[in-house]
């Protein structure tokens, strides 16, 4: 069965692949970022000592402190606050943001030697956990472009925080608008790249208490606009205007003069009347969704054929088992022929976050298998993974054992549990899970004294407030993530559809 995940927001599964003398897989999530909750109450005690010790009036101690605030709300504990944060994904950017621009800011700002014990203390929280970094920051602005075109969703939603159904976030600041309009305008996406790096400009000068933004900052801000109007465009008028702004700010900056005469020149090279069609308002930004089967599905777009819905139907399963009789499983078929079922709750929240502890600081980039390898990096699957033995705790044999218990298939079988996170706007395209797929690139793979995959057993182990879908591409269908659900379903190639 070739299935999909696009995950919007921050997520996690655990699959368990059956091999067809059956195994299994697990999948997890974005546990770096969820460790430093904590760590950063401990910052924000520090900034609160800091502030009444020394009645320290500093602009970007105060950002920092406020961003911290946002993210601590009275009486949530901290696995509460860390789901709230990251199971959207302006909520994460900010997050991430505020832990690589804004400390930058906050560092300087803390040089002071009267300070110098507080900065030293953040440090050393900083160095004893995990934070993210500018490849985190820049990953995560390139990841809103995919959102955009999967899902359909309108730049000024998002730098406003009000993605559709969803609950609204605090809109991007000058800063954030600034990352993710770079990055798309670095990856050629100019209409998009637009409305961020205008919004940036705009917010600018709303913003004054962002002090590390003034001089050089706004000089590299609107030089990135006149790039992007440049390129989106054609609109030489408005790129020179823009150009002259900097001319004033930072008369010998780095190729200025170059792009001046060439936006004067292609003016003075244009007839009135080409000259009024270039000077027009910017284009209207319009959704520029990839509109493939696979992110239809993803949209919810698409559903089964019509003669499945009579086979579609819920029931309690216990398949005869003593265990089961008094909590028989909460079995949807989702489809038949191929098979494919979700189990309800069958995963608790404490079973969950103990699986997600015990696979922290071990996940790594996933990769895919190719003809001759066992796996490479590519862009086709975008998430970390690691895959964790029964012997590893007993959280993870208690779920071997529950897989098999719902899944009626023998956990000897299969294979370590794995788990994945997907990350802010993380997916995995259309793949078979199996290895004896029709290009044979995981032939190799196949163990002679127990065969190929037969079966995949995935839980979900977060919920998600928008998207998150695994979606079964030949056969119309979606299934949405519910934390503590499983989605189980047969891959056998022999029954491929």
Not at 311 to 339: F, G, M, S, W
């Amino acid at each position: 069965m070739r299935t999909s995940k696009h995950i919007l927001p921050i997520s996690m599964i655990f699959t368990i692949t059956v091999l067809q003398f059956v195994s299994t897989e697990l999948f997890s999530s974005m546990d770096d970022l969820e460790s430093l909750v904590v760590t950063e109450q401990e910052v924000l005690k520090i900034l609160r000592d800091l502030r009444n010790r020394e009645n320290l009036k500093l602009d970007a101690a105060r950002e920092y402190a406020q961003q911290l605030r946002h993210n601590s709300e009275p009486g949530m504990d901290e696995s509460k606050r860390a789901e709230n944060i990251f199971r959207h994904p302006i909520n994460a950017f900010h997050f991430i943001t505020h832990h690589t621009k804004t400390w930058e800011a906050l560092r300087e700002g803390l040089r002071d030697p009267a300070t110098r014990d507080s900065l030293a203390k953040i440090q050393d929280l900083k160095n004893s956990t995990k934070f993210p970094d500018d490849e985190d920051r820049i990953g995560t602005a390139h990841a809103f472009w995919r959102l955009q075109a999967t899902y359909k969703f309108h730049p000024k939603d998002v730098l406003n925080g009000r993605i559709p159904n969803t609950r609204p976030t605090p809109p991007f600041t000058a800063r954030e608008a600034f990352i993710v309009g770079q990055k798309q305008a670095q990856d050629s996406n100019f209409l998009s790249a637009l409305q961020y790096l205008e919004t940036a400009v705009e917010r600018y000068h709303e913003e004054n208490v962002l002090r590390p933004w003034h001089g050089g900052r706004l000089v590299e801000l609107l030089d990135w606009l006149q790039f992007a109007v440049w390129h989106s465009s054609r609109n030489a008028s408005r790129a020179l205007e823009i150009s002259l702004m900097i001319q004033q700010l930072q008369p010998t900056m780095e190729n200025l003069e170059h792009n001046i005469k060439t936006y004067t020149d292609y003016r003075a090279n244009l007839t009135e009347e080409q000259r009024a069609e270039v000077d027009l308002p910017p284009k209207e930004y319009k959704e520029t969704a990839e509109d493939g089967h696979y992110e239809r599905l993803c949209r919810g777009e698409l559903n089964v054929a019509p003669r499945m819905h009579k086979h579609q139907r819920c029931y309690l399963e216990d398949y005869k088992n003593p265990v089961l009789l008094l909590q028989p499983i909460k079995t949807e078929v989702a489809h038949v022929d191929p098979d494919i079922f979700v189990l309800h709750d069958v995963f608790l929240d404490s079973e969950i976050e103990r699986i997600r502890a015990v696979s922290s600081g071990v996940l790594k980039r996933a990769n895919v298998i190719s003809k001759g390898t066992t796996g490479q990096v590519t862009s086709s699957r975008i998430s970390k993974t690691a895959f964790l033995a029964d012997s590893r705790d007993p959280s993870i044999a208690s779920a071997s054992s529950r897989s098999g218990l719902v899944s009626n298939l023998d956990p000897k079988n299969a294979e370590p549990l794995q788990v994945n996170n997907y990350g802010i706007g993380g997916m995995y395209h259309s793949h078979f899970d199996f290895f004896n797929d029709p290009d044979g690139h995981g032939l190799h793979l196949i163990k002679p004294d127990q065969g190929d995959r037969m079966a995949t057993f995935m839980v979900y182990m977060t919920d998600v407030e928008v998207g998150g879908a695994t979606v079964f591409p030949r056969i119309n269908l979606t299934i949405y993530p519910e934390k503590g659900s499983v989605a189980f379903c047969n891959i056998s190639p022999s029954w491929d559809k």
